[in-house]
């Protein structure tokens, strides 16, 4: 239920930012970016490193290179030893353009919330994050970065789990071969560290992404 409510405020919001706002209005350009890729991740949690392939989404609109928000939704399924293992992480932003020379070339903070399942349970933490882009003609390069200053508790194979911080970090560059599509490779990498009956525990998924972002 908890997802369902962070996937619906993302989505109602980029709506209503879309249907309401007419770009001949006095509130400047709407930018509109909705993106899919491949995660071709693997998870270590300290004792084993298995592939966890994972498919995601995204998508953002911009008011006046200024006002932003976004949405986005991965899945984790390892395999081998840490079969079972899964994760997934949907996250709800706001985000504004401190910088901002053109679409492809600012810097932006945000704040928002994120959902961190992890097995059969999951937990609702604050979020906080930046991004930046710079754009070459047709290519442009990005980074970006969040952190979960605190996470809840969660129930994890029956055992009980506090959750203490998360980290995100996403690299790479997009190239613009026609007019709204644009090709997009980077590497990802998630990070949660949870204290559990047997100590400490972090939970690592990282590796190369692809996909496209469609713009308008």
């Not at 008011?63 to 949907?90: H, I, M, W």
């Not at 290519?139 to 970065?145: I, L, M, Q, W």
């Amino acid at each position: 239920m908890c997802k369902k409510r962070i996937l619906g405020v993302g989505a109602c919001a980029l709506l209503a930012a879309i249907v309401s706002i007419n770009r001949t209005h006095a509130v400047g350009p709407v930018d509109v970016e909705l993106g899919a890729l491949y995660w071709g991740s693997s998870t270590d949690d300290g004792v084993a490193n298995e592939n966890s392939r994972a498919p995601g989404g995204f998508g953002s609109i911009w008011l006046k290179n200024s006002l932003g928000f976004g949405a986005s939704r991965y899945d984790v399924s390892p395999e081998g030893s840490l079969k079972g293992q899964d994760e997934d992480f949907t996250t709800v932003d706001v985000r504004w353009r401190w910088l901002s020379a053109s679409r492809n070339n600012f810097v932006a903070v945000g704040l928002g919330a994120e959902r961190v399942g992890v097995v059969d349970d999951a937990t609702t933490a604050p979020r906080v994050s930046i991004e930046g882009r710079v754009s070459v003609k047709i290519v442009y390069f990005f980074a970006r970065g969040a952190y979960l200053p605190t996470m809840g508790s969660m129930t994890i194979g029956g055992l009980p789990y506090d959750g203490k911080t998360g980290l995100e970090l996403e690299g790479g560059l997009a190239v613009k071969p026609a007019a709204f599509i644009s090709i997009y490779a980077a590497y990802k990498s998630n990070k949660i560290d949870l204290t559990g009956p047997a100590g400490d525990v972090s939970l690592t998924s990282s590796g190369p992404a692809a996909g496209l972002v469609f713009s308008f």
